[in-house]
């Protein structure tokens, strides 16, 4: 039976002491609760992931980008994981 005197945001308050224990899923980065407290935004290539119900959403097909744009070596990161180097294949 849930109790009633705790609000829905209480109830489901994300614990920031797990921040130690994750890591960004697309560059391995340092995450960090953003100011507004409903997403963790990675100090490296700056996804910002949801927290619904004070869960984290490490999916990065749901993240956005705190600022709009991906650092040089998350760039260089994904090409070499995608096989990318620049040149044209023959």
Known sequence: ???SHVSRAQYFKFDVSLLEQLACPVCFGRL???ASGSQIVCLECRRAYPLIDGIPVLIPERAGHSN????????KRLRNLSG????TAR
């Open 32 to 34: 960090e609760l953003a």
């Open 84 to 87: 990318v180097s620049g040149k």
């Open 1 to 3: 039976m849930p109790v």
């Open 68 to 75: 709009g744009q991906m650092s040089s070596t998350e760039e």
